[in-house]
């Protein structure tokens, strides 16, 4: 996976990042019953999360009361949710042609702990090595908004949250603007840097707009 474009007899990897309230999960979803009414086969993942391991290594990234969890074993944590998901389920879904939809990836790494928590883009890069073993994703669909945008949607989705566990899943909300500023940052020199897998969509239209925008990147490599 990621060299060259596949055609629609291979697996298809194809990740969704951006800023926190961005509305990349909405669009992935629905891009996948697009698909699925195309007529391919999809795996919708997510990470950190995605297996159950993954789902309980999640719980304990996001949980508010872990404030004291330090930003190496933070980075360690999500590639330890990574490399399972990418052994059970990942890997096995490309082998089949299946199409992968990934709510993250190594590229949120990066910008959330690389650049935003000063670990490094080198020390990044050194455990994707051992954790994804070469696995890249085909295609990047960045949705971007502004920070201000970002900020407001994620904590007015956490306020609406009927759900008790998922309102204490905020840890990462809850950072200073500072480090939001660095994060986004990071996405747009990624995507400078790789243009052939990066495509940034423009997150501020409504759900519709959005999806056409998505729609127009993805058709051509299916």
Known sequence: MGSGVP?????LFITFEGMDGCGKTTQLHLLARRLRDAGRTVLETVEPGGTPIGEQIRRILLDNRNQELSPTAEFLLYFASRAQNVDQWIRPAL?????VLCDRFTDSTMAYQGYGRAIGPETVLAVDRIACRGLKPDLTLLIDIDLETSLARARARNREASDPATQSMTRMDDQAAEFYHKVRDA??????AAPDRFRIVDGRGDVAAVESAVWSVVAPHV
């Open 7 to 11: 055609t629609a007899k291979h697996g």
């Open 95 to 99: 082998a089949r042609g299946d199409v």
């Open 187 to 192: 996405y747009w020199r990624m995507a400078q």
